[in-house]
């Protein structure tokens, strides 16, 4: 079980770490230039974002995360050679309620399918529950995100809201789900 | 074509932020209004600053994303509540926020009325292809009354709300097109 000294930010094969300003803006670059992992990222358009601007970016992020303190942004990157692979976040944390966002993504489609996606979910539920305090985090995506999804729900996340035809992709409307874990639910299924 | 702005029982109107902000300052000191209307911590805020607020909204009342509206009583020409739309460009989503502040005009089909208006200025106005909102599972009055305007419940986030030391869900609901257009002709959709 985890414990006081059990580091919040180690995985396995992964690690959390801070934005790294001199080499992740040219990698993340990169991701947005790949329209299917943005699209699985992301509700809003796909567009390619230039490394100066993706800088820029991170700037504002560190600033919201210090002024409005209801952000946590963490960068994914593998114990080994220390790549950037991903990034993890809780968004939209309300105090009083004690819920939040998350979101995971894993940018480049080598490191896909290595549960890397698995341990990053793992350190993100432990901070949110155990640091954070949370009561219960959910997850917003598209139906047609099944690697996500299947994600969620190897996790107990339930499936709580269809909103129906909420987004426009590919010439069709498609479903927004929300997805919902509580403290408890996570609980159990660590201690088990 | 229809008056898109009169209801049976309200119309919906733009009235100057002096007399919005001293009305909604007397609102905001009914907490029960608030917690019905709203999922943040109760706040009071003086007239001067929520005029502010106003303002700021009429200015933005005119970017393509937002609409604002007051709500006034046919009958006694009261002002009585708000309507404000966000509307999603891309997405042609409509997100909507309701509140009828005067508690003497709760449960008597003023804000169903208001939620009509609303619901037929997204689709015939703006151009939407869905409207959404949120409430609180301790608010079964609003339930019925968005329901009576046409929304369906599609799915409620668990325990997401605390209050008085109690969990309450938050209930998610969406109106399409096509359904309220089905209704409008008569069709169950």
Known sequence: MFDIATQ????????????DYDNDPEVESKWTHNAEFMRLYAIEPARPISAAIVKKQYEKLEKRMEEERNFYHFMIRAKTDDHLIGKA???????????GQIRIGIGSAEDR????????????????FAELNLFRVNADLPEYNEGAIALLKKFGFVEEVRRRQALERDGR????????????????QVSA | MKDLFRGELVRLTAEEPELRAKEEARWARDTE????????????YSDKKIKEWIEKNV???????????????????????????????????????IGIGEREYWGKGYGTDAM???????????????????????????????????????????????REGRRYDVFWMGVLREEWMQRQNGEQP
């Open chain 1, 8 to 19: 919040l930010f180690e995985g396995q094969d992964i690690r959390f770490g801070p934005i």
């Open chain 1, 89 to 99: 976040m809780i968004a939209r944390v309300e105090w009083t309620n004690g819920s």
């Open chain 1, 113 to 128: 399918c290595k549960g890397y996606g698995t341990q990053a979910m793992k350190l993100l539920l432990r901070f949110a």
């Open chain 1, 173 to 188: 409307r498609w479903d927004l789900l929300v997805f919902g874990l509580l403290k408890d639910e996570w609980q159990s």
């Open chain 2, 33 to 44: 209004f608030h917690r019905l209307a709203d999922g943040d911590p109760a706040q009071l």
């Open chain 2, 59 to 97: 200015e933005e009342g005119f970017k393509p994303e937002r609409y604002f509206f007051s709500i006034r009583a046919l009958d006694d020409d009261k002002l009585i509540g708000f309507l404000g739309l966000w509307l999603n460009l891309i997405q042609s989503e409509v997100w909507v926020g």
């Open chain 2, 116 to 162: 009509k208006l609303c619901v037929q200025y997204s689709f015939m106005e703006l151009g939407a292809q869905r409207v959404s909102l949120g409430l609180h599972e301790y608010n079964p009055r609003a339930l019925r009354s968005y329901e009576k305007a046409g929304f369906r419940l599609e799915g409620r986030t668990r325990q997401e709300m605390q």
